[in-house]
């Protein structure tokens, strides 16, 4: 979601009483770092060697060195801080007067930052551990008593070492970069942001990093650090209190908790070699922020050199700008370390000059202005009507009413077009799913005479007449299926709503995530709408029921065009609608009325998506402008793969009964029986199209089975290209499997997934080698029982597909949206097919041991189980941001989950799709992970992200009807 950042400087803010009354304590107008010092007591060793202490606090802000030693006359002997603790004083002292108040800023969206600043064994990292703990106790406390406020909380820790940032959530080790964000400022890219479910989460959380701390430290130094931490807690919180306009606002805030390196290493730089370099890469960081403090506390004039070292660079914001700081330097009481304790007092004493800039960082949503915009929209339309009523006789009274009239009349133009529109969305869908699901409720083309007269339904119902009474008083017309309006979700323009509890939660964010894409998606359905209607207004003189609707629609358009209305233009539509508040000015409506119009010319011309235009990588289908066709586009490099077994096994006849498919499917099934159905004089011809230069183009034309060669522009193209029928698509998308069987016979085991009783995919089409017709009837007899046989067959593909899945460890979102999406729809043939010729290509693959290019990515069996594992991972991570704790709890329960087990949530996602055998639970999987991963529409998922490459907007949106019944079918808790 676009976040519009506004700062504000809090103590500007009315809102919460609370928080205010908390923060008025330090005045916002010029607050400085706040200091302490705080000394250690004398350690055992110290002890032993009798040392003693020559600093003593003498009240709560002066500490003074009390040593007599001569040389020591010149320098000062008294120090004054914010506080100063001595050496008997409890961290959980240090805590309440050196820091809580600040730690405490993040839950009111001020930013703010602890440092432990000091030698080597002064009692940083004994500090940070007591504060850390104290404030995050504190956090909790705030939140659970601030019950009407939403917080989130979310945890990071880094560790800067030789100037690489660390990740210590992560197990990996590669650096992490430091990038500069324009909405957040500079952020550290990749690390990992947790979202703390409790205190036992966090204390977990705090365990882990000191656990990777203590690993890089024992290989580093067994008695300093060497590194600086940085533990940064995120909280976000919504403040109805701080509304602007009705409407709640995000605040949002860290606190950074920083255990410095020893300081003593900025001077300590004698060293050589590794640890020269390890010296001068501490020296950068510490120096850098010694050079800042000293620069800041001069003033803001001049540079300050925050880009000069990771630390300063990522702390920028603590050190005098946005933040509100504390500074705890530690001091040793030893005399051996009297010069590094007055180096650390003189550090402190230039933080303490340093002035600070602390604002309340609000964060308000689009929707959120939007509302306030259009508030204020009311108020002053409110104004201009009570004007108007005022003095209705005056000119500005009538304009008014003008104007208001002719919004009106565009309004109800907007709504006819609207319709219009998803009519003939409606009807495109119609005619796909007709031809698409059942070839044989299709109207026989035969008996549908040229002069047959077709009844369009915008006439229909322009004319109000229902279309029964049409078909009553037409009794030998064809009515064109306006399938249901739900299947035109692509077209809705109102926001879709689903069931609670979560899709809705990251449904605008998804949305905007994904728009981008999502209006790609929708750009190239629409395309392939218009193809469509191209295609069908170019249908030959026997499809009289193109050619009637082409009539009628030209008809039609002539009206509409004279009555100055129009279709809309589809492919800016959507975005049209949703922005329909941006039309409310008649001009504005104006110029959309006018751009509809061209849009109407541009549809007339619109012939059809550019293949090459379409997507590059997967498998897509569009409909060809030339010929009546569908183009399947397969990647160039699955065609090489199976080019190359082709060539192994030349598609003779002979070798096709030599072949695992022939045997197999020809000689084990019935398929003799009915070759009468098949057109046996047709030879395979895949080897002479092979010789096309790596580029296939095979087309049946009309009544004729035949194959022609790609034409010239097409053959350019290294990417193959079937061409099938638009009227024989559906029931020969066997055919169109059959060509790619062909293509690639040797990666399915036809065995494994034919049914004896079903005719053997690769020798059911032989596609006739010079334009041998197929009898029409055998075909439709042959493509009955096909569709007959269909349940059965998708059973036996999808038992196989799982089972691929597992071995080849696919990964699970990309699993859950196929079982989701799949469900035994005759028309998923082809998608079945192609998976399980993916996976059989991936598993063989594997098995080889070589690795596999999927999209730009080079995937090996063990590549693939480690990015299986992260994605487990990260849809823990999704079910802790995704479901509230009470959620969680249930699913925990549901899924079999000991409730106080540590990392439920991996564990809860480790159990997806492990039992695939019980179809409920793989289907429960997978209504859980479409939740976690939030894409709540087949088409708002981005096709990459689960390898459903070869599904197109098209294919999605006709999908979306059994997404909604799968998901709303099944709840989650
Ligand atoms: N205020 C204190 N009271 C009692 N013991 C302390 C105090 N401060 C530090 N210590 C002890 O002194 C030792 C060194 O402390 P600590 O490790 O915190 O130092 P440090 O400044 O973080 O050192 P380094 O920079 O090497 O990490 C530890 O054993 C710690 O327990």
Redesign the pocket.
Known sequence: MTMRRREERWSSLGGDELMLGDLQGSSGQDERIFVSI????L?EKEIARNEVCDWECINSTTIIFKSNMPDRSMVPSAYNFDKV?G?E???KQVYEEGAKEIALAAVSGINSSIF?Y????????????GITGYATADIYEYVDQHEEREFVLKFSAMEIYNEAIRDLLSTDSTPLRVLDDPEKGTVVDKLIEETLIDRNHLQELLSICEAQRQVG?TSL?E????SHQIIRLTVESSVREYTRGGSSSTLTAQVNFV?????ERASQTLSAGTRLKEGSHINRSLLTLGTVIRKLSKGRNGHIPYRDSKLTRILHNSLGGNARTAMIC?ISPSRNHVEQSRNTLLFASCAKQVTINAQVNVVMSEKALVKQLQKELGRLEGRLKSMGSSSAKGETAALLREKELLIEQMEKEIKELTWQRDLAQSRVEGLIRSTGEDRISRFDENSVSESSEVINPIILAKNNIDFEEASLFTPTAQILQIPDLEDNFLLDDSTPKFFEPDPCQGWEMISQRNNEETEDMCKDVRCIEKTEEASMNRKTEGDALSLGCEEQEEKLAAKEVCNGSAVPRMQEEDKELNHVDSYNSSDALKQKIQELYETINRLEQSVSIDAAASSSKGLTWTRSKSRRTIHMTIPSEVWYEKEQENEKTPHTEDSIEKTPLSEDSIEKTPHAEESIEKPLDIEPKLPELEQVDKTMNMSRKDSHNSISSASTEEESIKEIDVDIDVDIYVNDTTSVLDFVAGVSKSQIPQSEVEDNDVPALGASTRIGESGNSIDAGAERGYGARQHLNWPKKFQKYRRKIIDLWTKCNVPLVHRSYFFLLFKGDPSDNVYMEVELRRLYFLKDTFARGTNVMIDTQIVSQSSSLKALNREKEFLAKQLQKKFTRREREELYLRWGIDLDTKQRSLQLTRRLWTDTTDLKHMRESSVLVAKLVGFVEPRYAPKEMFGLSFLTPSSLSQKSHSWRDNMSSLSLL
């Open positions: 705080r000394m250690r007591p350690n603790f050496t004083c409890h961290t432990a000091g030698q080597t064994s002064s009692g940083k990292t004994y500090t940070m551990c430290e130094n008695c300093s650090s060497r255990d410095l390196a020893g300081s530690t």
